[in-house]
Structures are given as structure tokens and as C-alpha cells.
């Protein structure tokens, strides 16, 4: 095989995303140069509240969505098919309950990870007088127009986690990004291997913006450091699927030095497939899931947990409020992205909260904990 | 018979195996112009297969089919079409879910700016059916509500759609009641005058003596014989079929004394389909049942057995009153039912032909002698019935016809029923073999089992019963001794005096 | 005149028929031949004993379909109750080894017990199959996701996961046996024996032809209930298996029922019903896997997968019916 | 019962319209005591869109499930449709034919494989869809990483959101779509064909039907109802989304709307206007959920009870009615 990572028959029967070949379409050097960037700058805002941190902000006027309150806040959702946005979903229900007085309704249609769906969903909240809309939009491009529909509706738009390919919300908030977690997994994963070992990379599935971003940060990282990657598997997050294909690979290499994860659903699994073959746990991130973090403890991984914290659910009902307030509002809105390292491990973990419970949910402080995510 | 220059039909050497085991064999046969060209064989004999090979459902693998002096390689049943060749397959080929203009035109519907003309449909399929004397059929009934000779009906009509000048009849009147294939006989002399030739297939013997010009017969997939009609006899066609003399074509009846205790009594008793049926029926007796179609012969059985059971009235079986509620509860009193729709209710046809032998036995009783000894005794009743298969593990489907019906009756058979309901049970049997089954339903009598026997095969119903009931919209018409006559049962079924007879006939 | 008991095939002759397991078998030989050339080493007692054992849950679930599906109808639910089972089970043991065995058991009756609605629902109510557990998968996940507010609680104890993950170690000749392993050889030789019974039998002659059956006194509804039942069964047994090997999550069953099929149909097995054998079903399954298992060695990696699968599925179920199919 | 079995058969109103009305019914009172109304503009408006969506590609997956066969791949075939038709347009109202007419024929092309898998290779049905899919799974999955392409502005304006009054553009191409297939299967014979062959393959094949030429057709028709669909869709969402299909699972959601729409699985019996109904049922369950904010986790379990019991109180009928 002729590629610069040089992984046998892994990385040369497959197209795009695989491999350490050819970057990915959705390679942006510019964004990814800015994240990276943005992973050591310092946030302005409280710092005991990150999700109210900015970071580099650019305040816009909101002036003319000023209005008295208490407000209707209307929620289009793209979807609660995982634990993440379970997770951020009770964080997002309890901030708009601890504001209480100040929302008069919050209205939330899940759209089930359906563009169309969303799209149907959009419009349909354009009639019933809300205040404010926020969107998590399903997929990024095929939501855009639906967005600017509700802009030009004359409502104030907060959009999060995964944006949307017009200016036009008031603001858009999410952390630093895909390009930061891939790169921070990535590095840490490499630096503790020999080098030209051989990395597994497991991600979820393919075609997703989100996960992309972070697999091609991590290519970047893989690159430079010269490590082979064995293989790209997608697991689906399916936890079975994940140990076959760890156990085939240990099978074929006898050793696999390091495993990178696009997403941590899977992280115990892929812990376990080497425990159970009687092989040393590699090298490995997760996230900031508390199963991962728990087994990390018990069993002295060299682990680490990039994330992408669910506190970023709280924001924008924050900003929402902000904006009907008159209050000037970063936008984009960037959060910071805190990493799960050995040093601070012991704060993040609550052997109490069930193991899927995100660890950065940043919902200490909010009403109904911890019942409401139990 | 004038030999014409050009035949219909000329096979040559015809051939055919499935899965190894040959079927046909170097098959010679020609059919004429307005000839009525009857085949005849045992069940198994090949007769259906060579009329699935002449309509192109099947494709030989040796000898030739010639069409008017053409060489035809039928690709498919359409190619035969094309070619004017049109059958009325043994088995129905009909959609119970469509109606009876939509299957009668099935394949050649009728357009009209490239867009199916219903009305014409309609309209075709009512003269179709009034030509052979079905008047009371609407065109747009669907077909799976329709009784069984009824549905026989609208295969002949969708058989005759084609406008074929070669007709293929494979035992086009096992399904018809006695008028009806009056009406069948006029038709085929019509189609005759018209100059289109027939194929007939048939093991009612009568009907080929009385239709056929010459006769073909077939045994063990060859030809053993073509004769004219009028050169032979019943007795000398028996012969070539079953390669021995058959004496006597029914049993001898049960004897004054062998009618034993009344086993099975019926009072009162209706439901959707009859009303006030009063039925007496002994141990060691055959009751024929006798009516039109539709008359409720089948109803009364289904009853019997539990599928439409009685809504009122009692039943009691040796002298204890029962409640048939299902086929179980009427099977553990000791009820058998043999169905008239062997593909429909008679088969699973892709199993094996002792599985299919042991379904009922499986499916009620317990094993109680051991798995083992109940397959060796049904093993045993197979052979007995003269069951011609290739093993038997062969699939029932692959069967002829007639040794499906054989395997079903072993079925029932291995059951020791002390009441054994038949609904046409010769329906598609040859000579030799109803024979046989006519022997063993009298044997079963004589054993002590009481047996309704349900046939529109009138001569079979009059040779065989003890008694006779005659069935006529749902209720019992009436009884006639052993000894009646055709007009005695006809004239019950049609509620009319002997004379109307012929108002039937016309 | 020749009879049935003239003589009785070849049990060559029986097995190429359709329906029969001899296509599963050539295409599993094949795909045995490639990873053996590719991974030497697979073919090894010791991995192909964890090969079999973690493959142990589908190749269940394939049973459980089959009974379902030669009697005509289908289980869409499967999946769906191995999700929610695992779920279940991981809130209810909450880690706590002593609940273990209690929660096994329980897991079964809640198996049979989805089955046997199911399996009402369909026979009883008269809904087609398909549309009663498409419905029941929605319940099952709906319900799950529900009563743990979306996201698993609690955590199976180590004695739940040692029957998927654990084995018996130092058998003589073959190293370690996985308790997968050695559940789905007891279960396997269950299913067979079942399909050789009676009810196994009649099982086949109700999916072939419901009203035949009916009028030979087969109670067809409860028979087609039972199947539904079995499969439920199978469901949970899976999940048990399934669980220990895995751990809890929502993904557990995600798919599972597509596989089933899969690997029913892939072993000769009719939808309709009424043809097909269990163990060809299994050996759907198993080839199934096997399959998965080869694109790991040969890194047919990332997203060509899906193709890569679908080729050879269409391939081998082509090529096997085009060579039995007689006309 | 001669008398009974000599009425000419009636084709009664699909049961599924029964069950809708009840829905709408039952829905409408729930939501105005919730304090809402069901059939404002708005809800309106996205309930036809769902139904459109999944309406379009339902009415050819009757087709095939009339014919006794099966379409799971439709799914993929629609994301493809989406990305054929959106990379082709590239934002340009020019290429906007050409690129419907792409699509479609790339449709029809899996149309085709699938009818030859099903009728030549003789490849069951549910497999070979299956196994289709999977290969376009395998395309779409190493092709593309997101949302590609950009569909043409007229085509957006008008099939996407055009309506006249509360009637979205889509919806009355559905109903047309409908009406077709209804007269397609009523009165050509290429219908009475199909229905023939799903009815029972060998009756037909003796009375003389092309069985695999009517089936190919079928698997043809609906892979092309299904890249109209991946059109619409494209103008919806404004782009091409490799993902769109399987999303809105449309495979299982669009059996289950023929199913539940009183056609049998099994073939031969049925019909696209129950299609129609079943889809609107599961809209309209949909929307009324929407309205009420029912939890979704709750609402899938209402849902799945919903369509069992719609289904159910359709056989009992049937079987009321059915019963000799
Ligand atoms: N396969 C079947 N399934 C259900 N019902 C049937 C079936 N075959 C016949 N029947 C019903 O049973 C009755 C058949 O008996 P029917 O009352 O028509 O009298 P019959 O004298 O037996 O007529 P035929 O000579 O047509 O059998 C019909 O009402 C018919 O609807
Ligand atoms: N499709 C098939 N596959 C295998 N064997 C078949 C097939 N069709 C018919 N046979 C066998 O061919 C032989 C002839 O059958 P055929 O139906 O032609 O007999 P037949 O003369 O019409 O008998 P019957 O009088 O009972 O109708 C039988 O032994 C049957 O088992
Ligand atoms: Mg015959
Ligand atoms: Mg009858």
C-alpha cells in the first residue's frame, strides 16, 4: 500500500474516512486551525458557570427582540435517541425550571432525528406565539432553510450544538468542536504509544457531521505522529459489535497499542474486548460518560476524556432570556470544552449517578438534582 | 372418423422427468379438427402432465409439439395461447380474491384505448357463462365465495375466453353434479360442430364413451393404446388401464342385519347455511347424501365436523348427546372428515407424504403406542391405498391428483373414526383406484364405522348407499331406500316431479 | 404396483432439495476456506470456541425466528425485547449479585410473555404479524426508554454477565468453552428435537397450509402462539447471553430482528412458511457472523462494509436458488 | 347461502378510513380540551407534508407488496434520489429537469436490479431488497459525509413549500400519484396482472401472464415513487441528505401504511387508496401527539397500541364480513 500511514489492507480497500489516507471533504483547515486555537484560550464569564463562559466573543445587539416577560420559549429538538441529549435534555428542563418566574411556557417538539420531520416541526411552532425558538438542528445543511423561515417570522432564533449554514439566528451557541475533541483524543492516545504502533480508530457510523470533524482532527494527529492505523470500524454504538471487531483485530495484529473513539458510547466495550481476550487495556479515550470514567478508575487505564459537555443545553435558554431581556449576546457563542484527564478524574466522578449520566452536565446546581437524572 | 390431412395437434415422442423420476414416456398422440380425443389412465398415469406440456405450463424434455404442421417450443402458457390451445387445468387455477369477469379474462383482458374494458369483460363473461348454461352467476362475484362447482363453472368459462381451437378438458365434470355435465355435454358437441378439437380427460368412463371419437390410454407414462370409440368396451379400456379385469364396480351392499345400533343422531339442527336437519345414521351403514350445488351437502359434513358446527338442535353420538364446537372435539368423538378441496383443505403441500398421512394423528392424539409404531401403521395404510409415489418423503404436491386424495384418506384412515364423513371422496380417482376406495369405504362399514358419504357422482351415489338422503337449500328433502333411481334423487334435489327432468337437459 | 414403501431416499437426495441445508452448508465451507486463508489461526480451538460462543446470541435469535417464521408469520419484535431486556435487567440487578438468578427468571417469563402477546395478537385479534410486532417493537422501545427516562439505570452483576462472557476453562482438547457456547448447544439440540416432535411437524404443516391443519383438528391459533412464544424465549435467552457479553445499552438489540431474518432465509428457510429446517436457520446465522468476522481480517473496513455484505448475501442466496429451482 | 354468494362483490371503504375518522375525531376533542386546536393552518399544513413524504413512497411500495413481493430498499433509494437530484441542480434552476429526470431514471435502475434479483435470480424478496440496500447503504455511507449538493430554488418554492390554502404542492401531487396507481391497477392490464401475481403466482403464470415482466414493472414503479419522494424531499430540505431515508425509516413505516391500509402482505389483495389512509393515519397520529407534546418515549408506545388496534379493528370487520 502506498499511504502515508501505511496500514495494510485496512486503510487500502476503503474510500474516504478511512484510513489515514486522503483527508475528508469535510476537512476545514481554517476551522480546525481556530478550535485548536480556541483549546487554550482563556474564557471570559463566570468561572465557576461555564456555560455561561464565552470564549473570543463577539456581543450582537438585541435590542428589538426586547419584550416583557414571562415568556413562551418553544424548543425544536432534533432528537432524544441517545444519552447525551437525554442527559442534556433534563439539564435543558431544569434550567428552564430554576427560571422558573421568568417563562410562562416551554414548549418542545422532538423530531425524532427526522430532518423532515424537524423541518414540519419548525413551522408548526411558527403558529403557536412564541417568544423565542431554539433549534438543535438535526443535520446542519438540510435544516437551514426551515431556520430562515423562523428568522424572517420576526422571532429571535437560538440555535446549539450542531449550527446552521445561515447568519441569520441571533445566536449559535455550542463548544469549541469536533476538531478539538478528535485532537485532544488523538494526541494523548499517540503520545503514550510507541511510535508506529498501531491504533484502532472505532467511530459510531458515518456521514454525520459532528463525528467527521472529530475523526479528521484525529487523522491530523495520527499523521503527524507517524502511528499506523489499523483499521476505521464503525460500531453503530452497539457495544457487541464493538467487541467482535476488537477481538477480530486483536486476532489479526496480536497487539493493538491504541484505540481512538469518536464518541465514548461504546469506550467500556472496547475496554473490556482487550480485558477479555487477556490483553493490557492500550492507550484509549472515551468521554466523559461515568461507565468509562468508573472503569478508567477501577482498572488504571491510561485513559482520557475529551468531551463535549451537555451543559451546553443550559445556554440557550439563557440566551434566549438575554435576548428577550434586550442584553447583548456573544455570537457564535463559544463554550469551553473541558478535558477529563487522570489529575482531575476523581472530580467528575459521582459513583452515585447512573452510568450513562454525563459527567459535564453542569447540573450540580440545578433543581431536582440529582432525582431528575437518575 | 375421416382422417384429415392436417391434425390439431400432432406429439411426438413426448417425454418429461421431474427430479429424476420419469413421468412421461415417448408419448405419441394427434387430434383432428372437431375430434373429441379422450385420454385415460390411473392416477399417476401422466394424463395431466401431457396436458400441462400441450398448454405450455410445463416444457418436455424429449419429442416434439406440432400445431396445425407448425413445430411449437412453447416458452410458456401465453406462447400456447398464441397458438389457440386453451385448458381447463384439474386443478383451479382461480383468484379467490378476484372476481369471476376479472379471472375468466385473466392474461387476455379485453382494452379498449390501452385501458381494460370492464363492461366488455362483464358482458363477454355473462355469455360465456349463459353458453354453458349458468345463468344465476354475476359477473362481478368474487371468486372465493363461490362453491366448489361453481367455481368449476368459471374454469370452463375462462377456458372458453380463449376462443382456442385446441381445448384441453382435464376432468373438467370430477367437480359438477349430474346436470351440470348434461350442460358440459352439450358444449362440447357445440365446440365440436365448430371444428375445434378437444382433449379430454376423464375417469368417469360414461362421459368418454359418450363424448370421445377415439381414446388414448396411458399407463405408467406411456401410451399403451389409441382406439376409436366405437371399437371397444368398458371392459377392454379397464384392461389397458389397469392391466387386470375389474369385475364388479361396486361392493356389495351392507346386508339386511349388518346395520348396526344408530350411532349418530341429528334433531333439529340448523345453522346460517341449514336449517331442520333431522339425520339418522347407524353403525355399519353408508349414507349417501345426494343434492344440487350448493344444495348444503358440504355444509351438513362441516357441520358434522365442527367447522361451521349446528347453532341449534342436538347431535348425539351413541345415544350420548355431543357438542361438536371444532375439528378437535369432533375428531376425539371419533368423527373423519374427508373435505372436497383436496388442494385447499386436504394437503400441506410441501410436505412430505407421511407427514401429510400423520398430520391428524399428531395434531389430536398423543402417540400412544410409540412415534414409531403410528408411522409403521400409517406406512402400512399407504401401501394399502395404493399411494404411487417415489417415497415416502417425496413432497404430497408432487403427487397426481388421485394419490393426494389416497394419502388423505390415510390419513383419516389411521384414525379409526367410528364416523367417517366423505365429500366427494372418488372426485378425481381413476377406476382401479376407486374401486379401492369404494372396497375400503365398505369395508369400514362392515367394521362397525358409520359412514356419510357426500358424491354428485350419481351412479356412484346410488351403487354404493345403503340409504340416501337428498339435501335441497339447506334442509333434508327427503330419503330413498337402496334401489332409487337417477330421477328418484334428482327429482328430490330439484323439488320438481321426474318429468322436469328434461327441462333441465334442454 | 408400486407403493410408498418401496424405498426411502438417500439422505443426499434429501438435503439438495429446497429448503435444505446443503447451499448453507457450501457457503458456509467457503467463507471457512477464505479465513482460514487469511487467519490461520481462527480456525484454532480456542478462538473458534470464543467465535462460536459470542456468536451464540444471534444464532438463537435465528431459532426463535424460525419458528415464528415457518409458520407463516414474522417476529419484528426481537430486537427490541433484547434491548429491553438487557435494560431491565440492569435496573432490577442493580449490580447486586444475589438478584441475579431471580432476574433471570424473570427475564424468561417476561420473554414468553411478550411472546404470548404477540403471538394472541395476532392469532386472536387476527392482525397480521408484521403489524403486530412492528407495534410491539415501538411499545418495547418506547417503554424501555420510558420507564428509565432514557437512559439505562442500575448494572448487571458480574454472575448475569459470566453466561455471555465467561467460559469453562481447561476442557480437555478444546481449552476454554464459553457458557454462551455450551447454552446454545443445549438449546440447539432442543430446537432440534422440537422440530422432530410432533408439534415441530404440525408446526411446519400450519405455516404450509393453515386450513389443511385446521380441519386435521390443529388448534392452528395456539400452535402459531407457541411459536410466537419460543421466539420470545429465544429473546430472552439471547438477551441473558447478549448482556454478559456486552453490557447494558439502548444499542443491545438495535437491528438484531433484520439479522434474524437475514439468517433465516439465508438457511433455506421460506417467509410464508412451511419449508426449511432449524438448523439451516442457525447455520444462517452462523454464517452470518462468520461473515462479519472475514471483513475484519481482510479490513474490509469502515463504510464499504454494508456493500461488501450485501454482495455476498445476494450472490449466495441467488446462486443457491437458481440451482435448485426445477422447472 | 346461494343467494348470499350470488351478490355481486362490493368493494367497501378500506376499514383504515374508519380509524382515521375515529383519530381525527378522538384528537381534535383531546387537543381543544388541552387547550389547542388540532386543525389550525400550521399542524395542518405539516401534517399533509409528513403524509407526502411518506405517502409517495408508500403508494409504490403497494405496488410491489400487491404483487406479492417486497421493497426494503427503499430507504436508500431515497437518499440516493435526494443526492442525484440536489448534486445535479447545484443550486441552478436550469439543470432542474435534467436533474429530476437523473434521479428518477437512477431510481428506476435500482428498480430494475431489484425486479431482476426477485424475478430471475429468483432472490427472495425481503433478501434481495435487503441486500440492495445494503449495497446502497455501502455508496451513500463511503460517498458522502453529510448533506450534499443544493437543490434548485424553484424547485424549492414550489414543490417544497408552495400550498394552496392549507394544501401543500406535494400533497396534491400525492393525490394525483394516487389516482394514477388507483387507475393503473383498476384498469389497465398490467394492474389486473399484478394483482393476478400476488394473488397466486402459478394461477397467473398458467393463464398466461408475464409474471416476471409484471413484477420487474412493479419493482421499477416503486423504486420510482420512491426517487419522487427523494425529489420532494430534496426540496424540501434544500439539499441532497444521504441520510434522509433511513432517518424517517421510511422502509418499515411505508409497509406498515400498506399494511395497515388494508392490503395483504401477502399480495393479491388490496389497494392504493387504503395506502393513503394508512399513511394519513399515521400522520395525522403524529401530529396530534405533537400538539399534546406527548413525550416521545410515551407517544412511541401509543403508537405502536395505536397501530395494532387500528389494524385490529380492521380485521375484526373484515372477518365479520368475510365470515361464510
Ligand atoms: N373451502 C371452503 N371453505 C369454506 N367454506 C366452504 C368451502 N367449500 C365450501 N364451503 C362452503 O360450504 C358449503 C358447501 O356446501 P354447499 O352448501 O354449497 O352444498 P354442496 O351440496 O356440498 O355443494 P357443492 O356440490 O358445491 O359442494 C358452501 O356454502 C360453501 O360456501
Ligand atoms: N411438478 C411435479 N414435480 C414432480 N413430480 C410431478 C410433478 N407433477 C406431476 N408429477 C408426478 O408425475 C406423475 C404424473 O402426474 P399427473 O398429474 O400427470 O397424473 P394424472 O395422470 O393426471 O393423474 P390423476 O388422474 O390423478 O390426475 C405423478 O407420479 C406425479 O407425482
Ligand atoms: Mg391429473
Ligand atoms: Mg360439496
Known amino acids: 500500500t502506498d499511504e502515508p500511514g501505511g496500514g495494510p489492507a485496512g486503510g487500502s480497500t476503503s474510500a474516504a474516512g478511512s484510513g489515514t489516507g486522503e483527508q475528508s471533504k469535510f476537512f476545514v483547515q481554517a476551522d480546525y ?45 432534533a432528537a432524544l435517541n441517545n444519552p447525551w441529549r437525554q442527559v442534556g435534555f433534563k439539564t435543558m428542563q431544569a434550567e428552564v425550571a430554576a427560571q422558573g418566574s421568568r417563562i410562562s411556557e416551554f414548549v418542545h417538539v422532538d423530531a425524532e432525528g427526522k430532518d423532515q420531520k424537524q423541518i414540519a416541526d419548525i413551522n408548526d411552532l411558527l403558529g403557536k406565539g412564541c417568544d423565542a425558538l ?57 503520545q503514550r504509544m510507541k511510535p508506529g504502533g498501531k491504533v484502532l480508530a472505532l467511530r459510531i457510523l458515518p456521514g454525520v457531521d459532528v463525528l467527521e470533524t472529530r475523526w479528521s482532527a484525529a487523522k491530523v494527529a495520527f499523521d503527524k505522529a507517524k502511528v499506523d492505523v489499523v483499521g476505521v470500524e464503525f460500531t453503530d454504538g452497539d457495544p457487541a459489535k464493538t467487541k467482535k471487531i476488537v477481538d477480530d483485530y486483536l486476532q489479526r495484529y496480536g497487539t493493538i497499542d491504541g484505540v481512538w473513539m469518536d464518541a465514548g458510547a461504546v469506550a467500556v466495550a472496547a475496554v473490556e474486548a482487550f480485558q477479555d481476550a487477556g490483553k493490557p487495556v492500550p492507550p484509549i479515550n472515551g468521554e466523559d460518560q461515568l461507565d468509562f470514567l468508573k472503569v478508567w478508575k477501577d482498572k488504571g487505564l491510561t485513559a482520557i476524556a475529551p468531551t463535549y459537555p451537555t451543559y451546553q443545553w443550559r445556554t440557550p435558554v439563557i440566551a434566549a432570556l438575554r435576548i428577550l431581556d434586550g442584553q447583548q449576546v456573544a455570537n457564535p457563542w463559544k463554550l469551553p470544552q473541558p478535558t477529563i484527564t487522570q489529575d482531575n478524574l476523581d472530580r467528575y466522578l459521582d459513583p452515585g449517578m447512573p452510568p450513562l449520566h454525563y459527567a459535564m452536565c453542569g447540573c450540580t446546581d440545578l433543581p431536582g438534582y440529582p432525582q431528575r437524572w437518575k | 372418423m375421416p382422417d384429415p390431412p392436417v391434425p390439431l395437434l400432432t406429439l411426438r415422442g413426448i417425454g418429461k422427468s421431474f ?3 420419469r413421468v412421461l414416456d415417448g408419448v405419441d398422440l394427434d387430434v383432428a379438427p372437431g375430434e373429441v380425443h379422450a385420454v385415460v389412465g390411473e392416477n399417476g398415469a401422466g394424463k395431466s402432465t401431457l396436458m400441462k406440456i400441450v398448454s405450455g405450463g410445463h416444457a418436455p424434455d424429449a419429442g416434439t409439439v406440432e400445431v396445425a404442421g407448425a413445430r411449437q417450443a412453447f416458452r410458456g402458457p401465453r406462447d400456447a395461447q398464441r397458438a389457440g390451445i386453451g385448458i381447463i387445468h384439474q386443478e383451479f387455477n382461480l383468484l379467490p380474491e378476484r372476481t369471476v369477469a376479472e379471472n375468466v379474462h385473466l392474461g387476455h383482458e379485453p382494452v379498449r384505448r390501452g385501458l381494460v374494458d370492464r363492461r366488455a369483460m362483464r358482458e363477454r363473461t355473462r355469455e360465456l357463462l349463459a353458453s354453458i348454461g349458468e345463468t344465476e352467476l354475476a359477473a362481478d362475484t368474487r371468486v372465493g365465495r363461490l362453491g366448489v362447482a361453481q367455481q368449476q363453472v368459471v374454469e370452463i368459462a375462462k377456458a372458453l375466453a380463449l376462443d382456442a381451437r385446441l381445448l384441453i378438458m382435464d376432468e373438467p365434470t370430477a367437480a359438477l353434479a349430474d346436470h351440470e355435465v348434461e350442460l358440459l355435454y352439450g358444449l362440447v358437441r357445440r365446440l365440436q360442430q365448430r371444428g375445434i378439437g378437444l382433449l379430454y380427460v376423464s375417469h368417469r368412463l360414461t362421459e368418454v364413451f359418450d363424448l370421445s371419437d377415439r381414446i388414448t390410454v396411458l399407463k405408467d407414462g406411456r401410451r399403451v393404446t389409441t382406439v376409436a370409440t366405437a371399437d371397444t368396451c368398458t371392459d377392454d379400456l379397464v384392461r389397458h388401464m389397469v392391466g387386470r379385469e375389474l369385475s364388479s364396480y361396486y361392493p356389495d351392499r351392507a346386508g339386511p342385519d349388518e346395520p348396526g345400533p344408530v350411532r349418530l343422531t341429528v334433531r333439529g339442527a340448523g345453522n346460517r347455511k341449514l336449517r331442520a336437519v333431522d339425520l339418522d345414521l347407524r353403525a355399519g351403514e353408508v349414507l349417501g347424501v345426494g343434492g344440487l350445488q350448493g344444495s348444503g351437502r358440504s355444509a351438513l359434513a362441516r357441520a358434522l365436523f365442527g367447522v361451521s358446527p349446528f347453532t341449534t338442535g342436538d347431535v348425539t353420538l351413541d345415544g350420548r348427546p355431543v ?77 397426481s391428483g388421485g394419490n393426494q386424495q389416497k394419502v ?37 362399514a362392515r367394521d362397525g364405522a358409520a359412514v356419510l358419504m357426500i358424491s354428485s357422482d350419481l351412479p356412484e351415489l346410488l351403487g354404493m348407499s345403503d340409504r340416501i338422503v337428498v339435501m335441497r337449500d339447506g334442509r333434508i328433502a327427503g330419503e330413498l331406500p337402496a334401489g332409487a333411481t337417477e330421477e328418484d334423487v334428482v327429482a328430490l334435489a330439484v323439488g320438481h316431479t321426474p318429468q322436469s327432468r328434461t327441462e333441465i337437459d334442454r | 404396483m408400486p407403493t410408498v414403501a418401496r424405498r426411502a431416499l438417500s439422505p443426499i437426495r ?55 417464521i415457518v409458520s407463516g408469520e414474522f417476529d419484528l419484535s426481537v430486537g427490541s425485547l433484547v434491548t429491553a431486556q438487557v435494560v431491565v435487567a440492569a435496573r432490577l440487578i442493580d449490580s447486586d449479585p444475589a438478584r441475579t438468578w431471580p432476574v433471570v427468571l424473570l427475564l424468561l417469563v417476561f420473554g414468553a410473555l411478550v411472546g404470548l402477546v404477540n403471538g394472541l395478537v395476532t392469532t386472536r385479534l387476527r392482525v397480521p404479524s408484521f403489524i403486530t410486532t412492528l407495534g410491539m417493537f415501538l411499545i418495547l422501545v418506547g417503554a424501555v426508554y420510558l420507564w428509565s427516562d432514557g437512559a439505562p439505570k442500575g448494572g448487571l452483576s458480574e454472575e448475569f454477565r459470566r453466561f455471555g462472557r465467561r467460559a469453562s476453562e481447561d476442557v480437555p482438547l478444546l481449552g476454554r468453552v464459553p457458557y454462551a457456547l455450551l447454552v446454545l448447544v443445549v438449546v440447539a439440540a432442543l430446537a432440534v428435537l422440537l422440530m422432530r416432535s410432533d408439534f415441530g411437524r404440525t408446526l411446519v404443516a400450519v405455516g404450509d397450509n393453515p386450513r389443511t391443519a385446521q380441519l386435521s383438528g390443529v388448534r392452528v391459533w395456539r400452535t402459531r402462539t407457541v411459536a410466537f412464544v419460543l421466539s420470545g424465549l429465544a429473546a430472552a435467552v439471547a438477551a441473558i447471553l447478549l448482556g454478559g457479553y456486552s453490557g447494558v445499552s439502548f444499542q443491545a438489540g438495535a437491528g438484531l430482528e433484520f439479522g434474524a431474518i437475514t439468517a433465516v432465509v439465508l438457511g433455506g428457510v421460506a417467509l410464508g412458511g412451511g419449508r426449511g429446517s432449524v438448523v439451516g436457520a442457525m447455520l444462517g446465522a452462523l454464517t452470518l457472523e462468520l461473515l462479519f468476522a472475514l471483513m475484519n481480517f481482510y479490513g474490509v473496513s469502515g463504510a464499504l462494509r454494508s456493500t461488501v455484505q450485501g454482495a455476498i448475501i445476494l450472490l449466495a442466496v441467488a446462486v443457491s436458488a437458481t440451482r435448485s429451482s426445477s422447472r | 347461502m346461494s343467494a348470499l354468494s350470488l351478490l355481486p362483490a362490493r368493494r367497501p371503504v378500506p376499514g383504515v378510513f374508519v380509524a382515521l375518522a375515529l383519530t381525527l375525531a378522538v384528537g381534535w376533542l383531546v387537543v381543544l380540551v388541552d387547550g389547542g386546536q388540532l386543525f389550525n393552518q400550521a399542524t395542518t399544513v405539516s401534517l399533509l407534508h409528513v403524509a407526502a413524504g411518506l405517502g409517495l413512497v408508500a403508494v409504490g411500495q403497494t405496488l410491489v407488496i400487491l404483487g406479492g413481493s417486497l421493497d426494503l430498499s427503499v430507504a436508500y433509494v431515497i437518499s440516493l434520489s435526494t443526492l442525484v437530484a440536489a448534486e445535479t441542480m447545484n443550486g441552478s434552476d436550469g439543470a432542474l429537469l435534467p436533474a429530476v429526470g437523473l434521479a428518477l431514471a437512477v431510481s428506476a435502475g435500482v428498480g430494475l436490479l431489484n425486479g431482476l434479483l426477485v424475478t430471475r435470480f429468483r432472490v427472495n424478496a425481503f433478501i434481495a431488497t435487503l441486500g440492495v440496500g445494503l449495497l446502497l447503504k455501502g455508496y451513500l455511507d463511503s460517498n458522502y459525509d453529510g448533506p450534499a449538493g443544493a ?5 424549492v418554492q414550489s414543490l417544497g413549500y408552495q400550498r394552496v390554502g392549507p394544501v401543500p404542492l406535494s400533497f396534491l401531487l400525492l393525490l394525483a400519484l394516487t389516482g394514477a396507481t388507483w387507475f393503473a391497477l383498476s384498469r389497465t392490464r398490467f394492474g389486473h396482472h399484478l394483482v393476478a401475481v400476488g394473488g397466486d403466482p402459478e394461477v397467473a403464470r398458467l393463464s398466461g401472464v408475464r409474471n416476471d415482466r409484471v413484477l420487474v414493472t412493479a419493482h421499477v414503479l416503486c423504486s420510482l415513487c420512491a426517487g419522487l419522494a427523494g425529489i420532494y424531499l430534496a426540496s424540501r430540505l434544500g439539499s441532497g441528505a444521504p441520510r434522509v431515508g433511513t432517518e424517517g425509516l421510511y422502509d418499515l413505516e411505508s409497509i406498515a401504511a400498506v399494511v395497515i391500509g388494508g392490503t395483504a402482505l401477502a399480495g393479491g389483495r388490496g389497494g392504493v387508496v387504503g395506502t393513503v389512509g ?43 364480513k368475510g365470515a361464510w
Not at chain 1, 486555537?37 to 463566570?46: E, F, I, K, V
Not at chain 1, 443535520?139 to 423561515?149: I, M, N, Q, W, Y
Not at chain 1, 432564533?157 to 468542536?177: A, E, L
Open chain 1, 33 to 77: 486551525d481556530a478550535e485548536l486555537a480556541l483549546l487554550d484560550a482563556t474564557p471570559t464569564g463566570p468561572a465557576d458557570k461555564p456555560w455561561e463562559q464565552m470564549l473570543n466573543p463577539t456581543m450582537v445587539d438585541t435590542s428589538k427582540f426586547r419584550k416583557a416577560g414571562p415568556h413562551k420559549l418553544c424548543f425544536s429538538n
Open chain 1, 134 to 190: 431554539i433549534v438543535s438542528p438535526n443535520t446542519t445543511a438540510t435544516l437551514t432553510p426551515a431556520v430562515e423561515a423562523a428568522c424572517k417570522a420576526g422571532l429571535p432564533v437560538v440555535v446549539f450544538d450542531r449550527g446552521v449554514s445561515t447568519k441569520c439566528p441571533v445566536t449559535f451557541v455550542n463548544p469549541i468542536g469536533g476538531y478539538g475533541f478528535g485532537h485532544v483524543g488523538a494526541e494523548f492516545v499517540s
Open chain 2, 19 to 21: 427430479l429424476g423420476v
Open chain 2, 323 to 399: 357438542r361438536l364446537r371444532s375439528p378437535r372435539t369432533a375428531m376425539r368423538a371419533g368423527i373423519a372428515y374427508v373435505t372436497e378441496d383436496r388442494k385447499g383443505e386436504g394437503i400441506v403441500p410441501r410436505q412430505s407424504v407421511l407427514d401429510n398421512a400423520l398430520l391428524a394423528g399428531r395434531a389430536v392424539f398423543p402417540a400412544r403406542s410409540g412415534h414409531a409404531a403410528r408411522a409403521r401403521r400409517v406406512r402400512d395404510l399407504l401401501a394399502a391405498v395404493e399411494v404411487r409415489a417415489a417415497g415416502d418423503d417425496q413432497e404430497i404436491r408432487f403427487l
Open chain 2, 408 to 444: 388423505v384418506l390415510a390419513r383419516w384412515l389411521a384414525l379409526d373414526p367410528r364416523v367417517l364423513l366423505f365429500d366427494e371422496p372418488t372426485r378425481g380417482i381413476d377406476v382401479g383406484a376407486k374401486s379401492a376406495i369404494h372396497d375400503l369405504v365398505r369395508r369400514l
Open chain 3, 14 to 68: 434429501l438435503r439438495v432439495r429446497p429448503g435444505g441445508v446443503l447451499p448453507i452448508l457450501a457457503l458456509l465451507a467457503v467463507l471457512l476456506v477464505l479465513v482460514g486463508l487469511r487467519q490461520p489461526d481462527f480456525l484454532d480451538p480456542p478462538s473458534l470456541m470464543s467465535f462460536l460462543g459470542r456468536s451464540a446470541p444471534v444464532i438463537l435469535l435465528a431459532a426463535g425466528q424460525y419458528f415464528v
Open chain 4, 151 to 155: 437543490t434548485s430554488p424553484a424547485l
Open chain 4, 278 to 320: 394508512g399513511v394519513l393515519l399515521l400522520a395525522s397520529i403524529d401530529a396530534i401527539f405533537n400538539q399534546l407534546e406527548v413525550d416521545a418515549f410515551f407517544k412511541q408506545v401509543i403508537r405502536g397500541v395505536v397501530i395494532i388496534a387500528a389494524v385490529a379493528v380492521y380485521a375484526r370487520r373484515a372477518l365479520r
